[in-house]
């Protein structure tokens, strides 16, 4: 018998390793909570097109296409026009600060940034199919914004505010400072208006914009000033637009005063006098002619078009300037308002070259491209493509179950509706699949009468997806296992609007307004909806505290909560009341009719089985009630303690979430209709929550710009990070693979990695004092983490011990 010694048995004992005291004094000063957040990662930002004022860019490729490249901030995204104004490049990486300006040349786009800021960083980098491939070398005492870029030829010209950069085009290097003389009369200091533009056969001029209304001619071969253009007007004001026109030696320039003339430059006269200066006309900033010799004259047979458009009117106004010129139409409402605060406006309109297409872009985050017909002639275009987003910042968003296009097993839509009245589905996966459902014929009347506002959304009647006080709320009904309401063709999408005793409709198969207007029935605003999960009955509360239930394919009222009394049972609480008797009969207590809410129902939800109608309002009350007959079973009462204004519910778990005005949130069994947690931590009122896809997590964004995540079972923190700008709605996937947040005073929808999906995490309770604050999405993704990249990351919470509670 061999001896254990023999053969593997005898091989030396593998030593343990040595463990120097500095490992465990670094494993000692590592913190207990790791900064930032540990479940979620950012991935991208959703909805963004063009929100920044920064003028588009455009550039032709040979002869088939032209690419469109616009500023989102701090990167550049690239459409092309043949494609549909299809998403073809984003730039990386982000530039250091916001882009100001930037010129499309070539196969390049250059785009300058910084400077906005006393002692900010600037610069000029140069990108080529969304890569940086370069930049420009900074000269020195460089101090200004560069607020727009020019290149032609061997140059490349950037105009701030006082002095005027040039570069070679060959070698990127700096060549010369341009410096005009200081007008007598300025106050600010700033001379220039940041307005360039170069003529043919005008070899190494450049023309540029002044306060006081001229324009210098600069050689920026020699850097000498040559000549300056006087204004037409005394009262003329800055120039605020120049355009040199297809005709040689001939520029529109525009004026602050809304003067507009055509300058002859070789003769320094003007030729048309288009607009003189007066009160009430609004300054032009951009100005583009059509070059492809047609569109003007009776017929359109004739050249001479030019467009004219203003940042403070959203109309694009079309010239003809045979016979001393004439408007010919004005396109209203190119672009529209982006706020209350803020009128609507038009960065820039420029012509296609040798296309009788124009493209502009506005305050409105919108990119528009029109186009003019021939047979039969018409001097205002029609739109041709649009990439368009929200104007104005996001009040509520909420996912579309799985399967809600009809084709995918996994959801991918997402919701948004916005202080500018748009209700928008955006696709997490193509950008040009983004839809706006409250365009068409509903958009001129829908958009005027009503802003979408009310506390608190629900979709698929799952789960509540919004508590801010000012955020619209969104109903979906489609089942999540069959795509029924696409076939049957009736609303699946429920909207509540601010200061409206309508609830609106959606069809979301469609992507358009629905048939029905659902009234509060007491004349109130709509303050919630709720969707049942059959997708056939929309409920709807309102300010006064009624709930009224409709049938959605007809339109039709179907109960109120409490029921309405017949005569004969209004006769019997009558007589209960004079007898002071409690007496009960039939089908109603002697409570019948007298059971609803005496506040706003900020609430409202169906359970998974269609039985039971849950509400709740701001006087503390959570009632629940029977669906078919309007009865009232059971009621939990809060007051004094508390105000409810906000309401979710998880059908995996069968509970439901209460936000309520002490700063807590409140877990009830529907079951045991007991109160089974209590989740306290968030300073300030709480926004938005809402209940993760399999009903374990709490997610909640507060007042004080961070957002939470508790764990039901263990009733833990596990989780809590600050951002720059307070959320104001969020939502969790469906899938459970992203969180969406909104935030203040912006148009974008930030997207979040559920890294639990691919790594442990642990229950563990967190202290208040770890939140850390962290970087938010960007629109190109950079800094991101994706799906299937935080599946390979190292789990750095392996070693982390979880609480007493937590399930394997």
């Known amino acids: 018998m061999p001896s254990i010694d023999d053969g593997v048995f005898g091989l030396p ?3 343990r390793q040595k463990v120097v005291p500095e490992q465990h004094a670094a494993e000692a000063a590592e913190p207990a909570n790791p900064a930032g957040s540990r479940i979620f990662s950012p991935f991208r930002t959703l909805g963004l097109v063009s929100p920044t004022s920064v003028p588009f860019t455009s550039v032709a490729l040979g002869k088939t296409t032209f690419q469109i490249t616009t500023s989102v901030g701090k990167s550049l995204q690239t459409y092309d026009l043949r494609r549909g104004l299809n998403l073809v490049f984003l730039t990386r990486p982000q530039t250091p600060s916001t882009i100001t300006a930037t010129y499309a040349w070539k196969d390049r786009v250059f785009a300058a940034w910084g400077g906005s800021l006393p002692n900010e960083r600037r ?25 727009e870029l020019m290149v032609f030829g061997s140059w490349i010209v950037g105009c701030g505010t006082k002095t005027i950069q040039v570069w070679k085009t060959t070698s990127l290097e700096h060549y010369t400072t341009l410096t005009p003389p200081t007008q007598r009369t300025s106050s600010t200091g700033r001379v220039l208006t940041g307005r360039i533009c170069n003529m043919p056969t005008y070899l ?30 005394p009262d003329a004001g800055m120039v605020t637009a120049m355009e040199p026109s297809p005709a040689l030696s001939f520029m529109a320039i525009a004026y602050s005063s809304g003067a507009l003339v055509i300058h002859n430059i ?29 569109g003007a004259g009776n017929d359109g047979r004739k050249a001479g078009v030019m467009a004219t458009a203003g940042s403070d009117s959203g109309d694009i106004t079309m010239w003809d300037l045979n016979d001393g010129g004439r408007v010919t139409g004005v396109l209203r409402d190119a672009h529209e308002s982006s706020g209350k605060s803020r009128p609507p406006g038009i960065n820039k309109v420029k012509f296609l070259g040798g296309q009788p297409v124009l493209i502009s872009t506005g305050t409105d985050n919108a990119l ?18 649009a990439r368009t987003g929200h104007s104005a910042p996001i009040t509520t968003i909420a996912f579309l179950p799985p399967g809600s296009d009809g084709s995918e097993t996994s959801g991918k839509w997402l919701l948004s509706a916005s ?25 001129a009347s829908q958009r005027k009468l009503l802003l979408l506002r009310v506390p608190g959304n629900m979709l698929q009647g799952m789960e509540s997806m919004g508590s801010a006080a000012a955020g619209p709320i969104l109903a979906n009904a489609q089942s999540v296992n069959a795509d029924s309401t696409n076939s049957t063709g009736w609303e699946s999408v429920v909207t509540g609007h601010k200061g409206d005793k309508f609830a609106r409709t959606w069809l979301w198969g469609k992507r358009k307004a629905g048939r029905w207007a659902l009234e509060t029935g007491d004349g109130t605003e709509v303050k919630s909806v709720a969707v049942s999960p059959c997708g056939t009955f929309a409920l709807v509360g309102s300010d006064g505290g009624s709930i009224h239930m409709y049938n959605l394919q007809s ?18 609480v009558k007589l209960q009341q004079l007898q002071g008797e409690n007496i009960s009969g039939g089908r109603i207590s002697s409570r019948s009719g007298q059971d609803k809410h005496t506040k706003a129902v900020t609430g409202i939800m169906v359970d998974g089985l269609n039985t039971t109608v849950i509400s709740c309002d701001l006087d503390g009350k959570v009632k629940f009630w029977e669906l078919l007959t309007g009865r009232l079973k059971h009621e939990l009462d809060w007051y004094p303690m508390c105000a409810i204004t906000g309401l979710r519910y998880s059908s995996s778990s069968d509970l439901i979430a209460f936000s309520c005005d002490d700063l807590s949130i409140r877990v009830i069994d ?29 997610i909640a964004a507060s007042m004080d710009s961070v957002i939470r995540v508790w764990d039901l079972p263990t009733g833990h923190l596990i989780d809590a990070f600050r951002l720059q700008n307070t959320c104001t709605s969020l939502a969790f996937s469906t899938t459970g693979e992203f969180l969406a947040t909104a935030h203040a005073d912006e148009v974008g929808i930030n997207l979040w990695n559920n890294q639990s999906l691919f790594m442990h995490i642990p229950t563990r309770h967190i202290d208040e004092d770890a939140i850390a604050e962290i970087a938010a999405p960007t629109a190109s993704g950079e800094g991101g983490v994706a799906t299937i990249e935080a599946a390979f990351r190292e789990d750095d919470n392996a070693n982390e011990k979880d609480g007493p509670g937590h399930l394997n």
């Open 670 to 698: 529907i079951g045991t209709k007991k109160l089974v947690r209590e989740l306290w931590g968030c300073v300030g009122q709480v926004n938005d929550f809402c209940i993760s896809h399999d009903g374990r997590w709490i």
């Open 266 to 294: 070789r003769t320094d006269q003007p030729v048309l006098q288009l607009r003189s200066p007066t009160t009430t006309s609004l300054p032009v900033y951009s100005i583009s002619f059509r070059t492809d010799d047609l």
């Open 555 to 572: 339109g039709m009222h179907c109960q109120s909560f409490p029921a309405k009394l017949s005569p004969a049972q209004a006769r019997r």
């Open 204 to 233: 190494n001029k450049i023309f540029v914009g002044r306060c006081d209304g001229g324009v210098d001619i600069w050689n920026v071969s020699t850097g000498k000033l040559l000549y300056t253009i006087l204004p037409t007007f």
């Open 419 to 443: 202080e500018d009245r748009s209700l928008y589905g955006l696709s997490l996966r193509k950008d040009a699949q983004n839809a706006e459902l409250s365009r068409g014929r509903s958009r």
């Open 368 to 385: 528009r491209s029109w186009i003019f017909d021939e047979m039969p002639f018409s001097p205002i275009p029609r739109p041709l493509h």
């Open 13 to 15: 004992l593998a030593k």
């Open 123 to 147: 610069g000029v980098w140069v990108f080529k199919r969304g890569k940086k491939i370069a930049e420009l070398d900074p000269p020195a005492g460089f101090s200004e914004p560069i607020e």
